[in-house]
């Protein structure tokens, strides 16, 4: 049967061999509003990937789409090399956890566990043998009995968590289940979902707003913006090189100069002449100017006398962060103009704790991007 949803191009699509769900040119429209943008994914057996962006940018309708919940307009959808676009959810072999936990009140633990078991056509003894070993291995083996609103906010997502993997799906959609809980136990579960996701060596999918929560849990994120794909890629090359100024500015902190360029190797940036690497241009080569990018951890308050784009700055401000300061610095030679440097308290202690004295500084060369 042919798929009215896809495009001839789709029709000719083969997944790579080591993806286990691939999603090709897939477009959504609510009415004049496009919520996907032509997006293809692919997602590699046993890989935890995070759909990472603000409110707004189409990660959860994606992540609706997979699951069946929402029709696209375009694109296919394929899971163990097989289109699975015109499934129903119940046909797609995947467990979801929501930010809600939308456990069944009515029910102990032990019976919302075993709620995605039903189908699996289980002998009683078998279910109940699955469901204590769900408990334990969410530690709450003793909870069984309980309801759940006898548990914490934590607790509960436990059981969720053993809900969706009670039937052993092969794919995990996971819609922003931590996003209500407190600080800690957010940590906690970070976690916990990431060691269970590679005991069971199971494909997840997960949306998330958290960067923070992406980088520890993700072993590549997509960052989203408009329904499009803006970069997608191991957490360390997204924060480390940002392939376009949206993702440079939304994950961590960023330190932007608009620049001149006066050759292949130097930029201008007012009086202060930088030397750059040839390699960190992003788009037009001959572009003659732009913005430069660099982490507030790339600036060096302690650089040798011979340092590449070394200059005089003074502190104008500084917030103490608990294992690190963030110093605000204002060079000599660009009045008005501030770079935050993220600094241990090792080394700030051993600078002066007055801040109108002028220091050296650096920006090295390999930590600048430039944008055109």
Not at 94 to 119: D, M, R
Not at 148 to 162: E, K
Not at 250 to 277: C, K, M, S, T
């Amino acid at each position: 049967m042919s798929n009215p949803l896809s495009t001839p191009a789709d029709s000719r699509f083969q997944p790579e061999d080591e993806a286990f769900l691939s999603i090709r040119h897939v477009a959504k429209r609510f009415d004049a509003f496009t919520a996907l943008d032509q997006v293809s994914l692919d997602v590699k057996q046993g890989e935890m990937v995070c759909l990472l962006g603000p409110s707004g940018c189409g990660k959860t309708t994606l992540l609706r789409v997979i699951a069946g919940l929402e029709r696209h307009d375009q694109g296919s959808i394929f899971a163990h090399g097989d289109d699975i676009s015109l499934l129903p959810p119940q046909a797609r072999d995947y467990g979801i956890l929501f930010q809600s936990y939308a456990l069944f009140p009515n029910l102990t633990v032990a019976q919302n566990v075993a709620y995605g078991l039903s189908a699996k056509r289980l002998s009683r003894s078998q279910q109940q043998q699955r469901v204590q070993e769900m408990l334990e291995m969410i530690g709450l083996p003793d909870s069984g009995k309980k309801y759940p609103g006898q548990l914490s906010g934590g607790q509960q997502q436990r059981v969720a968590l053993a809900r969706a993997l009670a039937p052993s799906p092969s794919l995990l959609l996971l819609d922003e289940p931590l996003s209500a809980l407190d600080a800690q136990v957010r940590e906690h579960l970070q976690l916990e979902i990431r060691r269970l996701q590679k005991q069971f060596h199971i494909t997840t999918l997960m949306v998330t707003h958290d960067q923070e929560e992406a980088m520890v849990m993700a072993d590549r994120i997509a960052i989203m913006q408009h329904g499009r794909i803006e970069q997608f890629d191991t957490p360390d090359r997204i924060y480390r090189q940002p392939a376009t100024p949206f993702v440079a500015d939304f994950v961590g902190q960023a330190n932007w100069l608009p620049y001149d360029r006066v050759d292949a190797a130097h930029i201008r940036i007012g009086a202060l002449q930088l030397e750059v690497a040839h390699s960190v241009q992003q788009g037009s080569a001959d572009t003659s100017s732009g913005r430069l990018f660099c982490r507030p951890e790339a600036v060096d308050l302690f650089p040798a006398a011979d340092a590449c784009n070394r200059f005089s700055a003074r502190v104008v401000d500084q917030i103490y962060l608990g294992d690190r300061y963030r110093m605000l610095l204002e060079l000599e030679q660009l009045p008005g103009q501030r770079l935050m440097a993220d600094i241990t308290n090792a080394v700030r202690s051993q600078l002066p704790d007055i801040a109108s004295d002028a220091l050296w500084i650096s920006l090295p060369q390999r930590s600048l991007q430039l944008f055109s």
